[in-house]
């Protein structure tokens, strides 16, 4: 049996290790996990192309909308998201998920967090929809920082059907974000390093999506002044977990899929 993750680029993913250390410690020993480059008018050709050994898919940027086009079915999780990365066969075709969501949120409570009255949001892309859907999780409501007042707007629907509050404010006040109780950073690696700068003096817990290059400027100067940190790596670990499970019905060997990230 096969699976890979599927994105653009993709040769810097470190889910082969993790997904290929849990097939191991799970006697799997007839399954495979590679990465494949894919671009968004790429996917529904290479999905309909695939055998069936094919088992499932991870999906990275920049697939994760244009997914929910490609499957037979989609998850109302997923759906109410507007963003899947995960797509696993079943009888009837391809099936969408989307594991981000809840891997965020385990990630979180790994890191102390239960419930909290605000978090603040730094991108608007699939992730960040993820984010929201973790937020609802939380109890929380979200002010999301964007460098496109657009696409804060187009963020507003995945709030509405998850009933979470949401407020859009400028990327040129994203400082401010270190205020909340909860950051998380979904934008591309680069695009957050000026928050180095902010004030984290109310030691917020600090996600920050991106794992390579790490740590990231954001990170480093949020832990230097005492916050609990949570990394790329947290959410990908958990997010792999469902999709193992998704992808092989077996129960999903945690301790040797997180030994493999390290």
Known sequence: MRAAVLGKPVGHSRSPAIHNAGYAAAGLADWSYTAIECAEDELAGLVGGLGPEWAGLSLTMPLKEVAL???????????????????????YGWHAYNTDAPGMVR???EAGVSRTPRLALLGAGGTARAAIAAAASLAADVTVYTRRPEAAEELRPVAEALDVELTAAPWDSAAEAASAPIVISTVPKGAADHLAHADFSSRPVVFDAIYDPWPTPLAAAAKAAGCPIVSGLDLLLWQAVDQFELFTGAKAPVGAMRAALS
């Open 107 to 109: 990630a979180l409570l």
């Open 69 to 91: 086009t490609v499957a037979s079915l989609v998850d109302p999780f997923a759906a109410a998201i507007g963003a899947a990365n995960t797509l696993v066969r079943r009888p």
